[in-house]
């Protein structure tokens, strides 16, 4: 963990695309959940509906490892820092928006690539509707997901324990900008786009402030 930290001051900071996005529509899933309090612990287990019913997913939070949680969202925060910087400037040069939508698609994902080959901890966005189906999200991803929706809290960060590694999930919402290709009036040009792109898109009809998505940082024990 020491050597992480030391890496992190000399990491330069890349990207973040604020899109996620789009393929099938995951079922909704019927929750039974058994919650588990032991100090800073919280084991959360869910029942997953059929053809899965005798498969459990269990989250076990540890929300009080500081430097664990720390690590993260400083990982999260550099990668997000560049790419709103990134996305800014692009939307600011062409009022059309299609220059930054391009990069958020395109560009985005390699620079996660790039930022995960100088870092130890590695960056990953997901989302419940998402746009790139290489953002699906797994099971873990989903209940922490749901956590944040059940909760309504966005700002404090969940810290899970996944046995050799943990992660790190920091929630995004919609900000003015998002509302450009997310939102509920996309411009007819930039939809013709989005529908090539990704003909089963769902990550649109968003409004501000709503959950979007999350960044996930995952770090070795």
Do not use: W
């Amino acid at each position: 963990m020491n050597k992480m930290l030391c890496t992190l001051l000399f990491t330069t900071p890349l990207i973040f695309t604020a899109c996620n996005s789009n393929n099938e529509v995951k079922p909704k899933v019927e929750k039974n959940i058994q919650v588990v309090q032991q100090a800073t612990v919280r084991t959360i287990q869910k029942q997953l509906p059929a053809p899965m019913e005798s498969k459990t997913t269990t989250v076990t939070y540890v929300n009080g490892n500081k430097m664990v949680k720390d690590v993260g969202v400083m990982n999260i925060d550099s990668y997000m820092t560049t790419m709103k910087s990134t996305l800014m400037g692009l939307m600011k040069s062409d009022s059309t928006y299609k220059t930054a939508l391009g990069a958020c698609s395109s560009i985005g994902p390699g620079m996660a690539d790039d930022y995960n080959k100088i870092s130890e901890v590695k960056i990953r966005r997901t989302a419940l509707k998402y746009r790139n189906p290489k953002n699906k999200p797994d099971e873990t991803d989903t209940i922490v997901m749901e956590h944040f929706l059940d909760t309504k809290d966005f700002k404090e960060a969940q810290v899970v324990d996944m046995g050799d590694h943990y992660r790190v999930y920091k929630a995004l919402t919609i900000k003015q900008p998002c509302l450009i290709c997310h939102g509920q009036n996309i411009s007819p040009d930039l939809r013709k786009i989005l529908d090539k792109r990704y003909p089963k898109d769902m990550a649109t009809n968003f409004k501000l402030g709503e959950f979007r998505g999350a960044v996930v940082a995952k770090i070795k024990k």
